[in-house]
């Protein structure tokens, strides 16, 4: 029987405020631009934190260095309170999953057998393949089959299981590529842009699935650009300017409208809803624009 030499050991569930991951003067610099300039950000379990800020502000390039995908130039980035170069890339794919903003496959893989590829990482931490620690059962499979099954019920892909993923459109791909998030059953989650390329009513789904995973307690780090969708779900938001933190706390104490209007050069109105009271923000206009 062959066994791994050095067999990953999935993380234990986190304590409820746990430090999943964190930057402590993370700067990251390609080519000549600096993209980051001392970063503080810590990430906690049973929060969803949201990334926001204009168009080249570092918040895609902040995901990717807190994922461990893209080594600091300097500065410590920790996944699990462990510098992330000291985990291996199986340890890595058993504490966070990555969702990028763009998924593409050059095989013909279905649907099924992409959100299945969530699972790869667990295969390598079983003690037997297709057997539980004491032999006794094909736990590892059962779970493996509820984790998929789950994942794209969720999302809303189970009824398209069967069809090529490359024949799908934009915005189901963007579904079933976090079903393979979902699928990994991580304690951390960094999601970059998983609402760009979808429907009113499934970018609603993709942040109440966030909100229900901080709830379970995983942490989430999301990138989002309607800050609409910021206020409405996210427990903190770190606004970035620049490649620097111009703000991080709850949405109704950082989204001001001094601090947007500054940080996207463009007028906003920042007012309570009326029945809710949750926060919304709009472009300030002054109603002179034809049609």
Not at 232 to 256: C, N, S
């Amino acid at each position: 029987m062959i066994r791994l030499r050095n067999r990953p050991v999935p993380p234990a569930a986190p304590e409820p405020g746990e430090v999943l991951a964190e930057a402590e003067g993370l700067s990251v610099r390609l080519g000549a631009r600096v993209v980051l300039a001392g970063v503080d950000l810590t990430v906690r379990a049973g929060e969803v934190l949201a990334l926001v800020g204009p168009n080249g502000a570092g918040k895609s390039t902040l995901l990717s260095a807190l994922a461990a995908d893209l080594p600091p130039t300097t500065g410590t980035v920790r996944i699990h309170g462990r510098p992330a170069s000291g985990w291996s890339a199986p340890e890595l794919a058993l504490r966070r999953a990555v969702l990028p903003q763009s998924a593409s496959l050059s095989f013909p893989f279905t649907v099924e057998e992409v959100v299945r590829m969530g699972r790869a990482p667990w295969a390598a931490a079983a003690a037997r393949p297709g057997k539980d620690e004491h032999g006794d059962g094909d736990k590892g499979g059962d779970e493996d089959e509820a984790a998929v099954a789950g994942a794209m019920a969720a999302t809303e892909v189970t009824g398209f299981a069967a069809r090529p993923f490359s024949a799908l459109s934009g915005g189901e791909r963007a579904r079933v590529a976090l079903a393979r998030v979902l699928a990994q059953r991580t304690p951390l989650l960094l999601l970059d842009e998983p609402t760009a390329a979808l429907d009113l009513r499934h970018q609603e789904l993709v942040l109440r699935l966030c909100r229900a995973r901080a709830r379970a307690g995983d942490a989430v780090v999301v990138v989002l650009h309607d800050l609409g969708l910021a206020a409405a779900h996210a427990h903190r938001v770190a606004v970035l300017r620049a490649g620097r933190v111009a703000a991080d706390g709850p949405p109704e104490d950082v989204f001001t409208q001094r601090l947007l209007s500054e940080v996207y050069e463009q007028p906003v109105e920042v007012f309570p809803h009326p029945r809710t009271g949750a926060v919304l923000v709009l472009p300030a206009r002054d109603g002179s624009a034809s049609a």
